[in-house]
């Protein structure tokens, strides 16, 4: 019988699943290093922890691992119900507060190392969690796509981290009674865009008019049809970094986005360079640990390993 420990906590209601021992040796090198041999001979591991009987289709698993930069408290390989993600903010917020759960750290700043980079959180006296993410940029903008059953579709494609096309107008409500329509709609676009010259988008990011206080509200499709229950902190970077370049949010001013929920995260970016377009994204959130378990694999279980 193999065992696993785990933490679970959600960010704005987005789960996150952190593997604190039981994981697999990924061997030295980098996290972007470690990160292939995961994928590469661990599949199956992923699976155990995060898909059904165990999890669902919508927690994203942390893998803690050892960073090859030793200025960084962790490194971690965030996936889900599909594989294996680039980076994840909303894991990234509940990563910190696991890591002060466990009383392996404290308030004030800490590097950690993502297979796309360093990113450095703040864990504030409050609870709080500010992520400066990757540099994130805008591909491309206002790119229009056939959507078969729907028209055409334009949107911006951006980088937060992980790759968004971002749809200013998607006529539809952004509302929970509307999710299998909003699914629908962005697993149609996120197709269109992937045959229609960006195959690395792997998220669809629908925005419409704020309904909790905020400055817009969101909808995120991630890569395994499952939709983001919290504001999506590479979604938010990438929106964040199409209004530095629009010029229609200023360094240093706050932008609050808010998930189909309604919960919400607090960003605001840096320029990195602003010739190319590149800008830190800061993003505040809270997240809560809801569990402490330890996962048994049993080989005489037919889903052992998850179904997939
Ligand atoms: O918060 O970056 C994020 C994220 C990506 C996928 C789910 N959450």
């Not at 604190?20 to 994928?39: H, K, M, T, Y």
């Not at 059953?149 to 509302?175: M, S």
């Not at 929106?239 to 200023?250: I, P, S, Y």
Request: proline content about 6%; glycine content about 12%; charged content about 20%.
């Amino acid at each position: 019988m193999k065992k696993i420990s785990v933490i679970d906590s959600h960010t704005g209601g987005e789960p996150t699943r952190v593997v604190i021992a039981g994981g697999p040796d990924l061997g030295p090198g980098s996290v972007a290093d470690q990160l292939e041999v995961f994928r590469e001979h661990h599949d199956r591991f992923r699976s155990a922890v995060v898909n059904e009987p165990r999890g669902s289709d919508v927690l994203v698993g942390a893998l803690l691992v050892e960073p090859s930069d030793k200025s960084c408290v962790c490194g971690v390989i965030f996936f889900n119900n599909v594989g294996c993600l680039a980076m994840c903010g909303h894991g990234t917020i509940g990563l910190v507060v696991t890591l002060a759960h466990r009383g392996k750290i404290k308030p004030g700043e800490h590097k950690i190392e993502t297979p796309v980079g360093i990113v450095t959180a703040t864990l504030q006296e409050s609870g709080e969690v500010s992520v400066a993410n990757v540099p994130s940029f805008r591909k491309t903008k206002a790119a229009t796509v056939e959507v078969p059953g729907v028209g055409k579709i334009t949107g911006d494609v951006a980088w937060g981290g992980n790759w968004f096309f971002l749809v200013g107008e998607p006529g539809r409500e952004l509302a929970l009674a509307n999710v299998e329509a909003l699914t629908d709609l962005s697993w149609r676009i996120r197709q269109a865009v992937n045959t229609q010259g960006f195959p690395e988008v792997d998220h669809v990011e629908l925005f419409g008019p704020p309904q909790n206080g905020g400055d817009s509200r969101n909808f995120v499709l991630c890569p395994g049809k499952a939709y983001d229950r919290s504001p999506c902190g590479t979604g938010t970077s990438a929106k964040l970094a199409c209004l530095a370049v629009d010029g229609e949010l200023a360094e240093g001013d706050m932008w609050i986005q808010e998930s189909i929920l309604g919960s919400k995260f607090t960003g605001q970016f840096r320029w990195l360079n602003r010739e190319r377009g590149e800008v830190i994204p800061i993003i505040t959130g809270s997240a809560h640990v809801n569990a402490e378990a330890t996962l048994l694999l049993n080989e005489r279980d037919p889903f052992c390993w998850g179904i997939r």
